[in-house]
């Protein structure tokens, strides 16, 4: 009885031990990304190490990159297909989305090859490109199918966001790429009352353009 006491013991010990060793290798990786760590992280992947956890504050290592940021660790990351590139932060923001707002191109593209998504329900990474104007970012994702009427969960929709904080061309693409400027939020405002609030001149200017021709077309019946 003894003996088979002594084997329990054992092997209750190597697994405390065992545990406790994987809990360290998690919190190395978390460390490693803070970092900008790229070996380390690599390293503790290729070990075995879920690359995604969460930490503390429900951040995967790869939004911890992000966040810092830490660029070549960025770039390790998003390569393994392990990784899940769409793992959202607290506030539901995804890679695709963070990349989208700071106009990283590069990182944008290398999302959208692991197959990043392009829609989600609420905020976007269309809505979140065309609050800074990055034209570039806005038209991939346009060409990715981005839904272009995509509606916040307050009713936004990415025109209202590019005419109140973006820029004129932001608008001018979306309303080209048939965005619809009729669309109101909860608080019943357009785009154009984005802009007006903005005091955005040059977006004013085209969505009021945008206004006046729907308001002249007729209706079905009488062309």
């Known amino acids: 009885m003894k003996k088979y ?5 054992q092997v209750a010990v190597t697994l405390a ?7 360290d290798a998690q919190l190395d990786l978390f460390r490693a990304a803070r970092a900008d760590n790229p070996s380390g992280v690599k390293s503790l992947i290729e ?3 879920n690359p995604n956890l969460r930490d503390e504050h429900g951040q995967t290592a790869l939004l911890v990159a992000m966040r810092e940021p830490s660029p070549r660790v960025i770039d390790v990351m998003v390569a393994p297909p392990r990784v899940d590139v769409d793992a959202a932060n607290s506030k539901d923001e995804t890679p695709l989305m963070m990349a989208a707002l700071k106009g990283q191109q590069d990182l944008v593209d290398k999302l959208l090859a692991r197959d990043a998504s392009v829609n989600k329900p609420g905020w976007t990474p269309l809505h979140y490109a065309a609050t800074n104007g ?3 970012i806005m038209k991939v994702l346009l060409d990715k199918y981005a839904f272009i009427d995509a509606q916040s969960p307050n009713g936004t929709t990415p025109l209202m966001m590019a005419a109140g904080y973006g820029s004129a061309e932001a608008v001018k693409l979306l309303i080209d790429e048939g965005a619809d400027q009729g669309m109101k939020n909860q608080q019943g405002m357009t785009a154009l009352d984005f802009a007006k609030r903005a005091n955005k001149g040059d977006s ?3 969505l009021s353009r945008g206004q006046a ?3 002249k077309k007729p209706s079905d019946g009488k062309w």
């Open 5 to 9: 006491f002594n084997i329990f013991a």
């Open 17 to 23: 031990l065992s545990s406790n060793a994987f809990a």
């Open 47 to 49: 070990r075995g190490v």
């Open 134 to 136: 990055h034209i570039s």
């Open 204 to 206: 004013i200017e085209l």
């Open 213 to 215: 021709a729907a308001k």
